[in-house]
């Protein structure tokens, strides 16, 4: 059984709870991703951020991106896959909640991100356009 551990990508960064949104945007530049796991002073897990939200949720609503902070974008509890789960449940979970990434939790600590890209890879040819049609006919969160 292939594992959520094996096929994510490790080391993470987090967007922490008080930084700007332009800080995350920055980092976002810098590290070339769309998308940043929100973590609070605790190193938990508190949300995701995507650079969508910034623009929709901050942006286009007026909001000054350098006054809001990362943790005023963290809605609910975060979506996430066990590190030793497998590539089945993590699957399963990104196209349930109609997320392209999923954070990859060990306890309660962060360990990596598996991507939509990252589940494709891992699949067999026969399997990816199931995998892309399920996460594109979900609600979109991420």
Do not use: F, Y
Request: hydrophobic share 35%.
């Amino acid at each position: 059984m292939t594992t959520a551990r094996e096929i994510m990508t490790g080391g993470a960064e987090c967007a922490r709870e008080g930084e700007t949104l332009v800080d995350v945007a920055r980092k976002m530049r810098d590290l070339d991703v769309g998308a940043l796991p929100i973590c609070g002073d605790d190193d938990r897990l508190k949300g995701m951020v995507t650079d969508r939200d910034i623009t929709v949720k901050v942006v286009a609503e007026g909001r000054d991106p350098g006054s809001v902070t990362a943790g005023e974008l963290a809605e609910g509890k975060p979506v996430t896959i066990g590190a030793d789960d497998s590539v089945e449940e993590t699957l399963r979970t990104m196209s349930e909640h109609g997320v392209r990434r999923l954070p990859v939790i060990d306890g309660h600590r962060l360990v990596g991100i598996v991507s939509q890209a990252d589940v494709a890879r891992s699949l067999p040819d026969d399997k990816i356009g199931d995998l892309v049609e399920a996460i594109s006919k979900a609600p979109s969160n991420s």
